[in-house]
């Protein structure tokens, strides 16, 4: 990814990772900045044209660090469930991400001072085994060859049995590190959300190939039919998709699948609604339940039975996830 101008905040000048950064992005101008909110926090920015030209902010993240996972995440039937937030925002712009809604700004956040993550994950693992997913509110996997974070994760559990970690991507990577206790999940969406949805993120083709070699490669690897998006004629979309994955993938050795319907918190729908008056995912007529929005029930129950029905032909009912 192309970025013209670094911010960067005076403390992170200190660590490593900065400047092996910056070494990789010698085109850009950098700026010094004291806060990361003072850039990523303003007031009166336009995210939506933020998009087209996004900046880079180099900071040092302090407070909390892992978090308790949300209750629109799955669990994947994991106990001690956490999600890790090492960067603010994703590489690539899918119209129905909740991070439109979650952030003022489209500017990326990379902190720096990953040491206090490790320090932070080996202070909760004294309290048991923990599953944390690290790359839920971003694409580290698209991001590693500049920022190294998926590196930091993979080579955490090297040195840490009870830790489980999903890395989670859009992308098509093409190298794996074979860690036991490490999960590689792609996205895997019909061609019509694709190239109608996931502006940026690799093809169906190339995440359905990337995870068939992770396979062969030994690493674990969970197919995640997350968001369903009801699209006109979904069922015949989604079972091509389906189709599809499984003439190339070897289901008898993935991890597991996760299936779930778009939801997102109401307050994100809100704020999405405001700045992308023209989304026919943000404007689509959603139930609100318990904060969240989500289709009509009758419409929710019958896509993640559809989805997992057909799945059901090709890996054990106790290998598929499903969101409620």
Known sequence: MRFTHIYVEERAFEFPLTNEILAKLTDASVIKIRHYKDVFDRKRQNSVLQRNHRSLILAVRDGNRIFKGAPVCQSMGQKNFYYASSMMNCPFDCEYCYLKGMYPSSNMV????LEDYRKDVCEKLKEGPMYVCASYD?????????????DFWTDLCLTHDDLLVELRTKAAP???KNVPNVIYAFTVSPEEVVSGFESGTAGIGARINAASKAIEAGVKVRLCF?????IPDWEKAYGKLIAECVSSIDFGKLTDVSV???????????????SYPDSKTAWYPYVIKDGVAQYEPDTDKAMQEYVSGLLEKHIGREK???WN
């Open 320 to 322: 598929i996830f499903t």
């Open 226 to 230: 997350d968001p369903i998006i009801k």
């Open 260 to 274: 779930g319907t778009f939801r997102i918190s109401a307050d994100y729908l809100n704020k999405m609604r405001k």
């Open 138 to 150: 971003t694409d580290l996997l698209a991001m590693n060859g500049l920022t190294g974070h998926a």
């Open 174 to 176: 093409s190298v794996f």
């Open 110 to 113: 990379v902190f720096v001072n």
